[in-house]
């Protein structure tokens, strides 16, 4: 199945090569969840800052499904 | 054939009915009363109006009465100085399809001349009833509601890319206390954005820089300085007393203190931050709704959240996000509108994309859980490694 992802600030450096910028497609396997994305995206469990899905705030077990849009914020510090 | 007002009178009495004061003060104890506008002047209404009273001078009651009071089976009571002009009001609402219209005989003398209950509202000089014009026409603001901004306190964390803009906003909207809490001097690399600061003040204090520039756009506002360094020891008698905080720092260790204040003082907690072309912002109302620690529980590992010295940030980029932190201020001091609780505004400048998304308070947050684990203060400077440690500053 695909899902879209967004990634925000600086952790736009795991937008797969070629993807394109954010947001992006990605397929994913029935039963993936946020944890799985992110192992995928090569992105550290210790970037599991804040995502959201569908727009709501999610946690790295929430199972996605087809046609979801998963976007991941990172903290920022600039003010 | 022209009437005369003894016969205008006539023709508004069978068509409104009247109520002595006494019968009025009946209906406004029940709780879910009649709606009372008073159409006096508003010069009559600033002397003294009944509890509660919507000013709606007659001469703007048929253009203004329907966003003031939209449902026209709403049961309303009007008054004025002696009972006459309400009653011609009352026709005017008649005609317009208001169904339940009452106009009060003996009007505002009558009811305080038997000692009812009266208020005197907020008095303003010439000069601000010439400045908050505009906010007086807004319904939502009103005289009411400039006055609570004018008595507001409101402290901003760092006078730099956020702070700036949020803080010249408050100021021009009147909000009467800003505290200004930033140890840092104005550089000349501030100046792309922080417009509070100008080109002849490089090197001044930036709360005295900040100071200058608000009170040059308006005298009203007390500006008080804060040039430290936040920390443990000092942070919750800084805060003490102000109605909201506005965090508009530049670091993890001052937006991680601030957080942890803000809920153990039960002060709402404005949220701001930038990075590169992209912001967000929320408000952090303990109580009512998550807290910064139910979106990052702990501060990133250093190096994992470059700042904005490191990475750069588009001019005007912070203008748009300390604008929406002033702008949530106000309705948090106002109390209208749906402040961003439990939800997050996030910018992408180049995109020019604005996504609203949900949040949730996290059950089992360090500080606002049910079993909150961050029980005191804490200092992170050397934990999060970062430069400027706990400051305020605001020169990112």
Redesign the interface.
């Known amino acids: 199945m695909w899902i879209t992802i967004r990634l ?3 952790l736009r450096r795991y937008i797969p090569t070629g993807a394109g910028g954010s947001p992006f497609a990605f397929e994913v396997d029935g039963g993936a969840t946020v944890a799985s994305v992110m192992e995928r995206l090569g992105m550290p469990a ?2 599991a ?2 995502v ?1 899905v569908e ?3 999610a946690d790295t077990q929430s199972l996605l499904s087809e046609g979801q849009e998963l ?1 991941f ?7 | 054939m022209a009437k005369t007002i003894k016969q205008l009178m006539e023709e508004a009495r069978k068509d409104v009915p009247e109520w002595s004061a006494e019968q009025v003060e009946k209906a406004l104890a029940n709780g879910s009363g009649p709606k009372l506008i008073d159409v006096r002047e508003k010069e009559e209404f600033r002397d003294g109006h009944l509890p509660g009273a919507i000013s709606v001078p007659r001469g703007f009651l048929d253009m203004r009465v329907e966003e003031v009071v939209p449902d026209k089976s709403t049961p309303l009571i009007l008054y004025c100085a002696g009972g006459n002009r309400s009653l011609l009001a009352g026709r005017t609402l008649r005609e317009m399809g208001y169904s339940d219209v009452i106009s009060m005989a003996g009007g505002y003398g009558a009811w305080k001349g038997a000692g009812r209950e009266w208020v005197r509202d907020f008095e303003f000089t010439p000069e601000q009833l010439k400045r908050y014009d505009r906010h007086f026409l807004l319904p939502e603001v009103g005289e009411e509601g400039q006055a609570k901004l004018l008595q507001a306190k409101v402290l901003l964390i760092g006078a730099g890319g956020l702070g700036s803009p949020a803080a010249y906003y408050l100021a021009a909207a009147g909000v009467g206390t800003l505290g200004i809490v930033d140890n840092d001097v104005v550089d000349m690399s501030n100046l792309q954005r922080q417009i509070l600061h100008t080109n002849d003040r490089v090197g001044m204090s930036k709360v005295e820089s900040a100071r200058a520039t608000i009170n040059g756009l308006n005298p009203d506002i007390d500006v008080i300085g804060y040039e430290t360094r936040l920390s443990s020891e000092n942070i919750l008698d800084i805060i003490k007393g102000y109605d909201v905080v506005v965090d508009g720092c530049d670091n993890f260790p001052t937006r991680y203190l601030v957080n942890d204040a803000c809920v153990m003082s039960g002060i709402p907690n404005v949220h701001g931050s930038i990075f590169q072309f992209e912001g967000q912002a929320s408000v952090f109302y303990p109580g009512r709704g998550p807290c910064y620690r139910c979106l990052f529980p702990e501060p990133p590992p250093p190096g994992a959240a470059p700042s904005c010295q490191e990475a750069g940030v588009l001019g005007v980029l912070p203008g748009l996000v300390g604008c929406v932190q002033a702008l949530e201020a106000m309705k948090i001091i106002l109390d209208v509108g749906k402040p961003l609780i439990g939800r997050m505004v996030y910018f992408d400048t180049l995109s020019m994309e604005l996504r609203i998304h949900k949040l949730r308070k996290d059950p089992d947050c360090p500080v606002c859980g049910e079993r909150p684990t961050v029980t005191e203060l804490i200092d992170y400077e050397e934990f999060c490694g970062l430069r400027g440690a706990a400051g305020a500053e605001a020169h990112a």
């Not at chain 1, 914020?73 to 003010?79: Q, R």
């Open positions: 925000n600030a600086s210790s970037h800052h804040m959201t727009g709501e705030q976007e914020f990172p903290p920022l510090a600039g003010g």
